[in-house]
């Protein structure tokens, strides 16, 4: 199996949020699920549990936001 991008979810106090997804993007996040519980040993978690994470490692990992976010100081 090829390794995932995200690794064993941290339990964290969530924030409400809805959004509106496309039904193959929901069965994509429960299939993503799945394959990290099968990677890390872990249960599968909801869906809406990876959204975050995957935000998070999108926005690291995109290089003109870190660089629109230095040049505002952030």
């Known amino acids: 199996m090829t390794k995932l991008k995200l690794g064993p979810l941290a339990d964290d106090r ?3 949020l809805s ?3 496309p039904a ?3 069965r994509d996040l429960i299939l993503y699920a799945d394959a990290l519980a099968a990677e ?3 249960q599968p978690v ?3 549990k990876l959204v975050v994470p995957m935000l998070v490692r ?3 990992t ?3 936001f ?3 976010r230095r040049a505002q100081g952030n």
């Open 24 to 26: 193959a993007v929901h």
């Open 66 to 68: 870190a660089k629109a």
């Open 40 to 42: 890390t040993g872990q």
């Open 19 to 21: 959004v509106e997804l």
């Open 46 to 48: 909801p869906p809406e």
């Open 62 to 64: 995109d290089r003109a």
């Open 58 to 60: 999108f926005m690291a």
């Open 14 to 16: 969530p924030v409400k």
